[in-house]
């Protein structure tokens, strides 16, 4: 039977969001002709918006909107990276602008930030170049930087992007630190993987 060629297509489309796979994506195409016109129309229109008025800050690398009043002087710097008061010597570098906000709404940190276009992982085609690693390079290469603080995540290619990064710092002479990871506040021993557990007796402090 001969289905909608504009449905393959979205269908196809869907399974580029993470985590989608055939089956997902379909029900969601299906979904979406389900719904009310409007509301499906709302979607295409935001999408389209996010396309066109969204842009990287030249500096971190998280994202801001192209009428935002910094972008309108053509620096392309977001608040983060031109608010007074921070510290110059320090950058925390992460695999996702949604780290940025994260961070920096639960933590005092007030240094600077640094956005990798995710982790490495060669059977995705995503190797140094790919992530950014240039342009963090060029932000070292200035000097004023003392310490790098690693706040890419636990998984396989998260531990690999961070043993890169810090293999990459030995030539600028710079102090490199890493998030901890381990016991969650108010975790209990006995609900926690091995992993976990292993993970943060092994980054265990003195007190």
């Known amino acids: 039977m001969k289905q909608s060629k504009y449905l393959n297509d979205l269908i196809d489309a869907l399974t580029t969001l993470p985590g989608v796979g055939k089956k ?16 499906t129309l709302n979607l295409s229109e935001k999408l ?17 909107d192209l009428s935002d009043t910094v972008m ?22 992460t695999e996702s602008p949604a780290d940025v906000y994260t961070i920096d709404s639960s933590t005092n940190y007030k240094g600077y930030y640094f956005v990798l276009d995710g982790n490495l992982s ?3 085609g995503r190797g140094p170049v790919e992530i950014g690693i240039k342009r963090l390079e060029a932000r070292l290469e200035k000097g004023n930087i003392a310490e790098l603080i690693l706040a890419t995540s636990t998984t396989i290619e998260g531990e690999a992007t961070s043993h890169y990064v ?14 901890a990871f381990g016991i969650p506040l108010n975790g209990e021993l006995g609900y926690l993987d091995s992993d976990t557990i292993s993970h943060a007796f092994n980054e265990r402090k003195v007190l």
């Open 166 to 179: 810090q293999q990459l710092t030995h030539k600028y002479n710079i102090k490199v630190s890493r998030i």
């Open 24 to 39: 997902s994506a379909q029900r969601m195409a299906y979904k979406l002709m389900r719904s009310n016109k409007e509301k």
């Open 72 to 93: 309108q002087n053509d620096s392309g710097d977001c608040q983060l990276c031109i608010e007074e008061g921070r510290d110059v010597s320090k950058i925390c570098v």
């Open 122 to 124: 060669p059977l995705d």
């Open 48 to 64: 389209s918006n996010v396309t066109s008025q969204v842009a990287n800050c030249s500096i971190c690398g998280i994202y801001l």
